[in-house]
């Protein structure tokens, strides 16, 4: 592992040679952590607000977690949300991961609790020397480089005027793949994601749909990390609560279930901490703990 910056430039052996095909291509780039990671075949951007609620929080996670695992290395910002649940994701999964920087890579901005993790097993990556803070100016620049280093870049809750958008359109400018993920029409975070669509980004709702799309026909790896309900009847209503708040009497429609049995199932999900009961008695799958994030 790279602990000590290390200085690159173009034609070198550590130089990733797709940003020289990339509009106002970088002319020198600082490197930290496993630098082998800029030789993965395989890679794919994973943005989003840094103000994302709750549901964009666990969907980058769970892409990144999903995607790490079907052998793509994860590439974002390391900014608070978004970015930052998705390199954790992509580190829960043992999986590679870059962070492209606004400042210096000696001193990475913002705080992350996975900061060490992840120079574990990715690589901390920026075009500014050691001792450069971040300013304002350098983030739309650094979103070209996340784009250029991808194949593909997915986009997950972005405001209407976001930075992501600015990486989005790099990527579509760079020849990418943009994909996007569909938000609640009446969400501030989810009209960026709409924008894009009707640009035409591809929507997608899965793991699976992002790599079927990419071409890839191998069968996804049943998802890991959190343990499940084992029994059936838990499970199916843990997947009826991904992503949704529902009352009981919604979900005895959906599941088909007698109202006492719900009940006592509810119950049983609530204390094993697997499903959460909120204002109004709307059940919900817990979120990605926050305070894993910067």
């Keep these: 592992m790279q602990s000590i910056p290390l200085h690159v430039v173009p034609g070198g052996r550590s130089w990733p040679a797709e940003l020289e095909a990339i509009p106002n291509p970088p002319t020198e780039l600082w490197l930290r952590g496993r630098i082998e990671c800029l030789q993965s075949p395989r890679r794919l951007a994973i943005v989003g607000s840094r103000s994302a609620?709750?549901?964009?929080?666990?969907?980058?996670?769970?892409?990144?977690?999903?995607?790490a695992r079907a052998g793509y290395t994860i590439v974002s910002g390391m900014a608070r949300g978004v970015d930052q649940a998705a390199h954790l994701g992509c580190l829960d999964a043992q999986g590679a991961t870059i962070a492209v920087l606004g400042n210096g890579v000696d001193e990475p901005w913002p705080r992350f609790d996975g900061l060490a993790r992840l120079m574990a097993h990715g690589v901390l990556l920026s075009e500014h020397p050691p001792g450069q803070g971040p300013r304002r100016h350098h983030f739309p620049l650094r979103n070209r480089l996340i784009a250029g280093l991808c194949d593909a870049v997915l986009v997950i809750e972005a405001a209407h005027a976001s930075g992501?958008?600015?990486?989005?359109?790099?990527?579509?400018?760079?020849?990418?793949?943009?994909?996007?993920?569909?938000?609640?029409?009446?969400?501030?975070?989810?009209?960026?994601s709409l924008r894009l669509l009707r640009e035409g980004a591809r929507a997608v709702g899965s793991p699976e749909q992002v790599l079927a799309d990419l071409g890839h026909s191998v069968p996804m790896e049943a998802e890991q990390g959190s343990p499940r309900p084992t029994g059936a009847t838990e499970a199916r209503i843990c997947e009826a609560l991904q992503g949704e708040s529902l009352g009981v009497d919604e979900l005895v429609q959906r599941l088909d279930l007698p109202l006492p049995e719900l009940l006592a199932h509810l119950a049983e999900l609530q204390l094993a901490g697997w499903v959460l009961r909120g204002p109004g008695g709307l059940y919900r799958a817990p979120p990605m703990d926050p305070s894993r994030l910067g």
């Design 53 to 67: 609620s709750g549901y964009g929080l666990d969907q980058a996670y769970r892409f990144g977690a999903a995607l």
């Design 164 to 192: 992501s958008l600015i990486t989005a359109h790099w990527a579509l400018e760079q020849g990418r793949e943009v994909f996007a993920l569909p938000g609640r029409v009446d969400h501030p975070m989810a009209q960026g």
